[in-house]
């Protein structure tokens, strides 16, 4: 048994299992329990205080995770919808040049789709690629609900009120 978990090795086993679909029967038969009895050992399990425990302590890991996942998509989608061609390249009247690498924030690199150097008979021609910025534009609306045209939308509702004789 785990002194930090409370759990034995069977039971951490099975929550390991578990985690996987959140199906008890299946999660029991996995960690090596009787086929026959699996959904009864699950349900035992499953009341069982450290594992529950523990249980909701994974859970919560997973859960955090997930919403620092959906973040850092938020925020890489905001890079690409919201960058432009000036913060990496400087516009003169003589042309375009490619900024320097350190002169471009490191969070903004994630915009780039692709840049190419070419030898051409006339020199170098350098060319940068930016990720879809609609698309990403697209999708961060959507995420926000910006084009959702019932959303926020006044909804107007008729209610009659009847009165009932009390006895």
Same mark, same amino acid.
């Given at each position: ?47 069982? #205080?450290?594992?529950?425990? $523990? &249980?909701?302590?994974? %859970?919560? +890991? /997973? ?5 620092? =996942? ?31 690498? #350190?002169?471009?924030?490191? $969070? &903004?690199?994630?915009? %780039?789709? +692709? /840049? ?5 008979? =006339? ?45």
């Amino acid at each position: 048994m785990s002194s930090k978990t409370g759990l034995s090795e069977k039971h951490r086993l099975f929550l390991n299992e578990y985690l996987k679909d959140l199906n008890g029967k299946q999660a029991a038969i996995r960690a090596g329990y009787s086929v026959k009895s699996a959904k009864v050992t699950a349900s035992r399990m499953l009341t069982n #205080d450290n594992l529950r425990s $523990e &249980l909701s302590k994974r %859970l919560k +890991e /997973i859960y955090d995770n997930y919403k620092n =996942d959906q973040e850092k998509i938020i925020r890489e989608l905001a890079v690409v919808g919201f960058s432009r061609i000036t913060d990496y390249m400087t516009i003169l009247k003589e042309g375009m040049t490619i900024k320097d690498s #350190d002169e471009i924030p490191e $969070e &903004l690199i994630g915009a %780039l789709s +692709e /840049i190419t150097i070419a030898e051409r008979k =006339d020199g170098k021609r350098k060319t940068i690629k930016l990720h879809n910025k609609i698309e990403a534009l697209k999708l961060l609306g959507n995420y926000h609900r910006l084009f959702d045209e019932n959303f926020n939308k006044p909804v107007e509702v008729n209610v009659r009120v009847k009165r009932v004789k009390e006895f």
